[in-house]
Each structure stands twice: as structure tokens, then as C-alpha cells.
């Protein structure tokens, strides 16, 4: 998140508001600071929080009390407790619009966005991204430095949700409007939006992964990788490095039928691919508690690993873990990819009744999900099963 609004309040006009509390002034000096110097840490965010949260009730001017907020918000982000980080987002963002603070609103919004992406609800972090476009275009110079470095970081946001959805004109449209507003920011300034272009980058991976263009899928997600693996490990990164190995056995699955292809081929990609398995899985170990989705990954890129592999062992026991687990959670996502494994486990078996059920389940788990997109991979597999006897009737699916 950007947060460059709230990392440079205007104290001089907080300090003529009523209840300004020199006490908080001091505290969110504090906070905010580790916030900035912690470079987005998810445990800094943490931190700030529990400094400001004993003075919450105390008397404070109201713009000291959106920051305390917005402090409370992120930090509740971070820990996972996406309930209660909304409960304080909105309380942020009607002080916002009480405020007439458009920048703080601009930004809340990005924040509500990351609040959705993160539970895999594209659908509504593409709204929300929509909505502060929304706000960016009212401002008085909507092509000032500032304004231009959230309006891309807004678009680049959407264009991953667009391409997950599976809503690709829209996407298209994403990417049209990104490289209009990176065109308008001074190239001084383009050190600033490396994450909004590693977003675009991020985006372009996964449509032509979903295209079966896995070698330019695997191109852009490898420049997006360099950008999320700095300067901090974020749960990003993590997610980022999972789709790089994922793109990676795509390919290796997808040369299995070229009979030119060759297992030296396939073991210099096996290699790639363990490295950043490796990179996810510490990352992932780094967060740990601040990120569950980010352990049903790296557990499910772990699984298919081992098995191209062709590794011993039970592996269906951690991925029903995964699978229960995010039903719990009800992240439809991760359901369905954890069912693609089990597919893939019994299909390795030999069990290609099993194989399919897990197939058809996983296809309706991404239907029901907003990543429908993701419903292009569960098809491939259910194709070949759909032939024979097998399954009958799957037409229409």
C-alpha cells in the first residue's frame, strides 16, 4: 500500500483543531516513523498499531484520530483480521469524507482493495480500485506528479484483478490507461511506481499463463518477481513467487507430450523452479503468522514439485489440510487449487475416476470464486478424463 498521504500530515494545521492532544502527536510520530522505516513489514504495521490502540479513547483532533484509525486498519491487515481492519477502515474513511480529505480517501480505498485481494474477492478489490479512480479524477490537477503515481498504482492494481477475473476487456483497457498515466509522470519520478509497473507486469503473467503462453507468461512474472522480492518480504511476494513456479511446471507439463523435449530441458526448469519455491517458502516462513493463504500456497507448489519429482510419499494429508482449511476460511481460490493437486495425485495413481471429481470440483470452486479466469486450468484437465467411460454427460461444463 502507498500510505504517502499519511506519511506526511499537515501538523501544523492540526495543531489549530480542537482536542489536539500534543501526547498523540508524539505517538503517531512514533508509529508512523516504524511504520516508514520498517519499508512495509508486516509486522511493523503491527506494531504501530498496538502503539497507538491504549490512546484510542482518548481526546484528539479529528485528524489525529483518522491516522489513529488508519493505524488500527493497517495493522489489523497485517495480522489477518480482515473483519476488524474493515470495522476501522470505514471508521477511517467516514472521518475522510467528513474531513473533505480526498487523498487519504484515494488511498483507504487502494488499502480496502489489498483488504479484498487478499481474500481472494478480485471482484470487489477491482470496485474499489474503480472507486478511487473516481475520486482522482475530481481532483483540481488530476496530472499532477502525485496524482499520477496513485491513479497508475490504482490501474496497475486493477489490471491484476481484471486478468483474474477473467474480464479481459476491461483488462485490456487496464493496461491502455496505465501506460497513458506512465507516460504522464516525469522520469524522475518513475523510481516511485515500481510496484505499479511490477503490477502490470503481474497481470500480463497471469493472462498469458491462462492464454497456455507459458514461456511469456514466465517472462513477466520473473520482472514482476525482481520488484516484490524489495525491499521488503511481503505477503506479495510470496503469492508472486508461487506463480513464477507454477508457470514453470506448466511448461514442464505441457512438454511432456513434445517428444523433442528432454529431461536436461526439463531439469534446468526443475531448478529454476526450486529456487524460487525456495524463495516463496521462506518468505512465506518469514510472515508466518500474518499470512495463512501464503502457507496453502507454498504448500501446494511444495506438492506439485514433488511430484514432477516423481518424489516418495503421502501427499494427499497435507493437501486435504489446505483444502479444509480454506473451505473453513471460505477462500474458494485456494480450494479449488487444492483440489487441482488431489486430482493430479490421483490421476498419478491411476484413478482417473477420482481424478475427475476432483477436477469438476475444483472447476466449480473457481466458478463460485471471483477468479474465474481460473477455470481455463481445472478445464484442461477435465478434457482428456471427459473422453471414454469414465464420466458421462460433462458436455456443458
Known amino acids: 500500500m502507498s500510505l504517502s498521504y499519511w506519511r506526511h500530515p499537515d501538523k501544523a494545521k492540526w495543531r489549530e483543531e480542537y482536542g489536539f492532544s500534543d501526547e498523540l502527536d508524539k505517538v503517531l510520530d512514533a508509529a508512523f516513523a516504524h511504520i516508514s522505516n520498517g519499508r512495509g513489514v508486516p509486522t511493523t504495521h503491527v506494531d504501530a498499531a498496538n502503539m497507538v490502540h491504549p490512546f484510542i479513547k482518548r481526546r484528539m483532533s479529528a485528524h489525529q484520530r483518522m491516522h489513529a484509525y488508519l493505524a488500527l486498519t493497517t495493522g489489523n491487515c497485517a495480522a489477518e483480521r480482515y473483519m476488524v481492519a474493515s470495522y476501522w477502515l470505514d471508521r477511517t474513511a467516514r472521518l475522510a469524507f467528513h474531513l473533505r480529505e480526498l487523498d487519504p480517501l484515494v488511498e483507504l480505498l487502494l488499502v480496502r482493495a489489498d483488504i479484498n485481494r487478499q481474500s481472494s474477492n478480485v471482484v470487489f478489490a477491482s470496485e474499489d480500485t474503480q472507486m478511487s479512480l473516481d475520486l482522482l479524477n475530481q481532483t483540481a490537477d488530476p496530472h499532477a506528479p502525485l496524482v499520477a503515481r496513485q491513479r497508475l498504482q490504482a490501474l496497475s492494481q486493477q489490471a491484476i484483478y481484471q486478468a483474474y477475473a477473467g474480464r479481459y476487456e476491461d483488462l485490456e483497457r487496464a493496461f491502455e490507461d496505465s501506460y497513458a498515466a506512465m507516460a504522464r509522470i516525469p522520469s524522475a519520478d518513475l523510481a516511485h511506481v515500481q510496484k505499479s509497473i511490477a503490477n502490470l507486469n503481474w497481470a500480463h503473467a497471469v493472462y498469458y499463463r491462462l492464454a497456455r503462453e507459458p514461456l511469456k507468461a514466465l517472462s513477466y512474472a520473473l520482472e514482476a518477481g525482481l520488484v516484490y ?10 503469492r508472486m ?5 507454477e508457470i514453470i511446471f506448466d511448461w514442464i507439463e505441457e512438454r511432456a507430450a513434445d517428444t523433442s523435449a528432454t529431461d536436461a530441458d526439463n531439469a534446468v526448469f526443475m531448478k529454476l523452479a526450486a529456487q524460487h519455491l525456495r524463495a516463496a517458502e521462506k518468505a512465506a516462513r518469514t510472515l508466518k503468522d500474518h499470512d495463512t493463504p501464503g502457507q496453502w500456497v507454498t504448500t501446494l507448489a511444495r506438492s506439485r514439485y514433488q511430484r514432477l519429482k516423481h518424489s516418495a510419499g503421502d501427499r494427499t494429508s497435507a493437501l486435504y489440510d489446505v483444502l479444509n ?17 488431489l486430482g493430479a495425485e490421483s490421476q498419478l495413481k491411476g484413478d482417473k475416476s477420482a481424478a475427475y471429481a476432483a477436477y469438476r470440483g475444483a472447476f466449480a470452486a473457481f466458478g463460485e470464486s471471483q477468479a474465474k479466469a481460473l477455470q481455463n486450468v481445472a478445464k484442461r484437465k477435465l478434457e482428456p478424463l471427459s473422453v471414454g467411460s469414465v464420466v458421462q454427460g460433462t458436455d456443458g461444463d
Not at 485456494?334 to 483440489?339: D, H, M, N, Y
Request: charged share 20%; hydrophobic share 50%.
Open 229 to 238: 522480492q524489495r525491499p521488503a518480504i511481503s505477503n506479495t511476494a510470496v
Open 241 to 245: 513467487q508461487c506463480l513464477i513456479v
Open 325 to 341: 482449511a480454506a473451505r473453513e476460511m471460505g477462500d474458494e481460490v485456494v480450494v479449488g487449487q487444492a483440489l487441482m493437486e
